[in-house]
């Protein structure tokens, strides 16, 4: 499967991550890389596309595909720590990850997020995804 950075969604309220396939007129067709399944999901529920979204430092925010490079690198692009773990677990690891992160603004639920969308990303092989430029993660049409 050919996936693009650009068309992996996160969507509020429903877990793991998406694929963009289509507009909709009630909303957008959106594929679960979890397994396989096309749904609605209607245009009043908050979809962010994972190339927009950062994680707060103390000094700036950084995009989430930077951080999950770092995920990948500290572990030779092999799975990280379990999502499910501890939360002190979660937040000692997230310290080696991003030692900068914001304490006060990077709450657990998000790093359990974010540490469940590597796994998932790792395990359907699609970490490649973090290395597209700018220029493929841009929509089409924007300069």
Request: charged share 30%.
């Amino acid at each position: 499967m050919e996936v693009k950075l650009k068309e992996l969604l996160a969507i509020s309220g429903y877990s793991g991550l998406f694929r963009f396939i289509s507009q909709g007129r009630q909303g957008v067709i959106v594929e679960s890389l979890t397994d396989g399944k096309r749904t609605l999901i209607p245009a009043s529920a908050r979809v962010s596309a994972i190339a927009d979204i950062a994680v707060f430092t103390q000094t700036e925010e950084i995009p989430l595909k930077d951080v999950l490079k770092k995920i990948e690198l500290l572990e030779n692009g092999g799975p990280a720590i379990s999502n499910k773990s501890a939360d002190k677990e979660i937040r000692t690891y997230f310290e080696k990850v991003l030692p900068e992160f914001d304490r006060d603004r990077v709450y657990t639920s998000d790093i359990k997020k974010i540490i469940g969308w590597y796994n998932l990303l790792q395990s359907k092989g699609l970490l490649e995804v973090l290395n597209q430029t700018d220029d493929e993660v841009k929509p089409e049409g924007e300069k």
